[in-house]
């Protein structure tokens, strides 16, 4: 009876590493580092630049520029939600390749404050 527990957790082992050996873990999708994302800026990016972003087909994309056009500039990435066709879901998959303002912008520093 000794002997059957040994064996036992053996085979099990044996078992475990055949399955790791065949089913290895899946590989992640590593871009390489010169290519990042591209930002669309929202109140410049035109039709075709909107339908580049997963889930925005042209017609929507026109419907975003549309609404731009009538309403003003966005003041905030968030308010893309108010377009038909953009609900929370869809907004949160295409907000890392959104932002607001330009490259120039960013690079400013903050204006200094009187004191």
Same mark, same amino acid.
């Given at each position: ?6 064996? @036992?957790?053996?085979?099990?082992? =044996? ?5 790791? %050996?065949? /089913? ?18 929202? /109140? ?6 909107? =339908? ?13 520029? @549309? ?22 879901? %869809?907004? %949160? =998959? ?7 303002? @330009? ?9 200094? @404050?009187?004191?």
């Amino acid at each position: 009876m000794r002997i059957w527990i040994p064996l @036992t957790v053996l085979g099990i082992l =044996a078992a475990v590493l055949i399955f790791a %050996k065949e /089913n290895p873990p899946p590989k992640r999708e590593e871009k390489p580092a010169g290519e990042a994302k591209r930002l669309i800026d929202v /109140n410049k990016a035109s039709a075709e630049e909107f =339908a580049q972003l997963p889930g925005i087909g042209p017609t929507l994309a026109e419907r975003i520029v @549309t609404f731009r056009k009538r309403h003003g500039p966005f003041r905030r990435v968030e308010d893309l939600l108010a377009i038909e066709g953009i609900g929370y879901g %869809k907004w %949160k =998959a295409i907000r890392p390749q959104l932002r607001l303002g @330009t490259s120039d912008d960013e690079s400013k520093p903050p204006p200094a @404050t009187e004191k």
